[in-house]
T-cell receptor, first 113, second 114 residues
Framework: QQQVKQSPQSLIVQKGGISIINCAYENTAFDYFPWYQQFPGKGPALLIAIRPDVSEKKEGRFTISFNKSAKQFSLHIMDSQPGDSATYFCAASMDGATNKLIFGTGTLLAVQP | GAGVSQSPSNKVTEKGKDVELRCDPISGHTALYWYRQSLGQGLEFLIYFQGNSAPDKSGLPSDRFSAERTGGSVSTLTIQRTQQEDSAVYLC????????????FGPGTRLTVL
């Protein structure tokens, strides 16, 4: 119940295309869903996050779509650029004493010029 | 002003040796987390500190792993009698309060156990 399942494992997109990464969870107590971006040799950095009271959040070219009934959420990267090539992790946490993040297994995105 | 820093950036050790990994969180961040990232895996929670206390140690994989935090700042993760399966990148993150605040990650320490 603590798992967050992420797909695909890897993704190749042409420059200007749309990158879509999906995540699913089981624990309905999760109430915070961030996406992190990680470049090689660096730590993950928060990209965008959503709470279950909204169905969509957009920041620039990045959009999170959230489906509470299906217990799924996804990251859409519009007009993908070579600089977006990185590993993307979805995560979830629940309100409580620790707010530790439960991460998906990551998606390696390659945007071809 | 600086972000989360970790040292060393790389550590190679022999099986059976003890290692210490250090994390310097962002100044003023009371919450500190350790995660482990194994090859091809997501990040796995290890331990959470609020101030100098560790109310959640549920992710520590065995009693060979321990951590402490002093002065509400620097944290040290210690792995005793290292095993090859301990090889991974160990990441530290800090945040304000530990609530729904962004966790800022350090660059990690890559541990290789030969």
């Amino acid at each position: 119940q603590q798992q967050v399942k992420q797909s695909p494992q890897s993704l190749i997109v042409q420059k200007g295309g749309i990158s879509i990464i999906n995540c699913a969870y089981e624990n309905t107590a999760f109430d915070y869903f961030p996406w992190y971006q990680q470049f090689p040799g660096k730590g993950p950095a928060l990209l965008i996050a959503i709470r279950p009271d909204v169905s969509e959040k957009k920041e620039g070219r990045f959009t999170i779509s959230f489906n509470k009934s299906a217990k799924q959420f996804s990251l859409h990267i519009m007009d993908s650029q070579p600089g977006d090539s990185a590993t993307y992790f979805c995560a979830a946490s629940m309100d409580g004493a620790t707010n530790k993040l439960i991460f998906g297994t990551g998606t390696l995105l390659a945007v071809q010029p | 002003g600086a972000g989360v820093s970790q040292s060393p950036s790389n550590k190679v050790t022999e099986k059976g040796k003890d290692v210490e990994l250090r994390c310097d969180p962002i100044s003023g961040h009371t919450a500190l987390y350790w995660y482990r990232q194994s090859l091809g895996q997501g990040l796995e929670f290890l331990i959470y500190f609020q101030g100098n206390s560790a109310p959640d140690k549920s992710g520590l994989p065995s009693d060979r792993f321990s951590a402490e935090r002093t002065g509400g700042s620097v944290s040290t993760l210690t792995i005793q009698r290292t095993q090859q399966e301990d090889s991974a990148v160990y990441l530290c993150a800090s945040s304000l309060w530990g609530g729904k605040h962004e966790q800022f990650f350090g660059p990690g320490t890559r541990l290789t156990v030969l």
